[in-house]
């Protein structure tokens, strides 16, 4: 491990070993699949229960946000953040005075610098953890969903996401997804990932979800989540699939406002549940809920994460489901528009919740919750429920019998030349061919050597290279073709477009790469007037395949569904024939001018 530890460290250590030990919790990973030997960690996990205050209880809970790339010497500016935000100077302290049960790293926190950093932080978590009146390891979570949610960056793995997943439609590439993501998520110490997706995105204008979504089809949906799931649980990570009870038909953004779902009670058995039953009967850890109005299945227009109807009726009487539910984070403003931050943790617990994720001030949400159970209004039995359920997931994903990782583990695990293939491969899969109606494609060194690269060039998800214009145009100059970069963003002033049909003189072929391309917008008009220089145009839609709708002037166009490394050097593969198209897509392509009529339908998809 690339960092020195105390002697100090070390002695807490040691002695957090060694109080996990006589707690005997050296259980198998999976006991909880054989009766008798759940019933014995279940008494194991009651007694653990039995010994905490219900501060402890409460604290277990909650699963927070820190800043800083360390455990207990974060930088000044994180130290201050902390102050600041949480009243504490580092995870250590969080730890020690609200004895939470989980930390969620992001990358705008400065948790995930690198690999070697990040075991190490993890690591001190759990020391911090172990080193309490009642020593307990810390679930580490992160939002890895691949593609455009990634905190953990290079040199992990980065897959494509999850509708170029479902436009490669391969069940096994899902589960050898999951189980290499979670492979090195484990490795650095994370052992529960907020993915995979089993939203159904039937809404092309959705904000929030889009190609984070498999696609529109609730049975491959359905598919590709259980796939996924069992990928990472293979690998002890736990699986969370997200958000309950649907979030692909929405067109407002929970982040800062209530979307209301409008479907029908037959609706959304047909189109949104068909994901989460899959997950639970893949033996799905965790569900994550939505902060989203559901009219049809709470009349009350409670956000689905405070009512009680929607979990407790529906995710846990009539879907069966007994693992984790955790909250979406606190922090949203779908979970605030109704009620005080001080009620949302109650009410959420009140509904069936287990896990409470990131509320905006955590002293506020932890003394709603002290309040409540002091009342009367939460008993404490309700705490033991959900911290049974929380002690039953970190012991089945081995962290009581392996808290620590190692600087061996992350050497030989992350970002390895096989796991780093294996995407390659899979993101070959996935790239779709909309349109090649002069046989255009692929590209030849010898009729096409000089290529022009423009358009939209948005920065690149977390721990990519980019931006994509310039990660594009180095993979074909590496496949022996002469690039020109002349990015024009996702509003390009007539000035640029006047530039980007001069660049265009002299080309061979123009690419040119729209982000989220509305009808009649700068960017139709930039691939309009490209269209006309007697240049052949390829289109590439960087992120949402409904692009070609709004796209004019084009003599190809292909949809990548992310703008990650991976998928923009398979797309040049596929550009120039060095691997064939083979992904179908996932959702179907409405019309511009006509919404209701299909222009390309779900499985359509062209190759050579």
Request: overall charge neutral; hydrophobic content about 40%; charged content about 20%.
């Amino acid at each position: 491990m690339q960092h020195r530890t105390s002697r100090r460290s070390l002695l807490t250590t040691t002695a957090a070993v060694a109080a996990i030990t006589v707690l005997g919790s050296q259980s198998p990973a999976h006991a909880s699949n054989d009766v008798p030997e759940a019933a014995g960690t279940d008494r194991r996990l009651r007694a653990i229960i039995a010994r905490m205050s219900v501060e402890e209880k409460i604290g277990q809970l909650f699963v927070m946000r820190v800043y800083g790339h360390s455990a207990t010497a974060p930088d000044q500016a994180d130290i201050d953040a902390n102050l600041r935000e949480l009243g504490v100077r580092d995870a250590s302290e969080l730890i020690a005075k609200y004895h939470v049960g989980g930390i969620i790293y992001f990358s705008w926190a400065h948790n995930t610098r690198d690999p070697h950093q990040i075991a190490a932080l993890s690591n001190g978590i759990q020391a911090a953890g172990l080193a309490q009146r009642v020593p307990l390891p810390l679930l580490i979570a992160t939002d890895q969903e691949h593609g455009a949610v990634c905190r953990v960056g290079k040199p992990a793995t980065l897959f494509p996401g999850a509708m170029a997943m479902g436009a490669g439609g391969s069940t096994g590439d899902a589960r050898v997804l999951g189980r290499i993501s979670g492979a090195e998520l484990a490795a650095i110490g994370i052992r529960q990932d907020y993915s995979p997706d089993a939203d159904v995105n039937i809404n092309p204008a959705n904000p929030v979800i889009g190609v984070r979504s498999f696609g529109a089809d609730p049975a491959a949906v359905a598919r590709m989540v259980a796939a996924e799931v069992r990928g990472y649980q293979e690998s002890s990570v736990a699986a969370t699939a997200k958000h309950f009870p649907g979030h692909g038909d929405t067109s407002v953004d929970s982040h800062t406002g209530i979307p209301v779902i409008t479907h029908t009670r037959e609706q959304w058995e047909r189109l949104d549940a068909p994901p989460f039953r899959a997950a639970v009967a893949a033996g799905i850890d965790a569900i994550m809920t939505a902060h989203i109005q559901f009219p049809a299945l709470d009349p009350s227009n409670d956000p689905a994460t405070l009512s009680r109807p929607i979990l407790t009726g529906i995710l846990r009487e009539q879907l069966g489901f007994d693992g984790v539910v955790i909250t979406d984070s606190l922090g949203m403003q779908g979970v605030r528009d109704k009620y005080g931050d001080d009620r949302v943790p109650v009410l959420a617990l009140k509904a069936g919740v287990d896990q409470l994720l990131d509320p905006p001030k955590l002293d506020v949400a932890f003394n709603g919750v002290r309040a409540a159970v002091a009342s009367g209004e939460l008993p404490e039995s309700r705490l033991d429920e959900s911290l049974l359920r929380i002690l039953r997931l970190k012991d089945r994903r081995g962290l009581f019998a392996r808290p620590y990782v190692t600087a061996r583990g992350v050497d030989r695990t992350v970002g390895t030349r096989a796991h780093l293939a294996a995407a390659d491969e899979i993101a070959e899969r996935t790239t779709t061919l909309l349109a090649n109606p002069h046989g255009l494609l692929p590209l030849s060194r010898h009729r096409h050597a000089r290529l022009l690269i423009t358009g939209a060039n948005p920065d690149s998800p977390s721990g990519t290279t980019g931006p994509p214009i310039r990660v594009l145009a180095h993979a074909l100059t590496e496949l022996g073709f002469h690039t020109t970069e002349l990015p024009t963003g996702t509003l390009p002033s007539a000035a640029q477009i006047e530039a980007a049909v001069k660049a265009a003189a002299g080309q061979d072929a123009v690419i040119v790469g729209t982000y989220n391309a509305g009808a009649g917008g700068a960017q139709s008009r930039l691939m309009a007037a490209l269209g006309t220089t007697g240049v052949p145009v390829v289109h590439l839609a960087l992120r949402n395949p409904y692009d070609i709708a709004n796209a004019t002037g084009y003599a190809a166009s292909l949809a990548t569904y992310c703008w990650t490394d991976v998928e923009l050097r398979a797309a040049a593969r596929v550009l120039t024939g060095r691997a064939r198209p083979r992904g179908r897509l996932p959702v179907a392509v409405p019309r511009a001018d006509d919404p209701t009529q299909d222009l390309y339908p779900i499985g359509y998809g062209l190759s050579y």
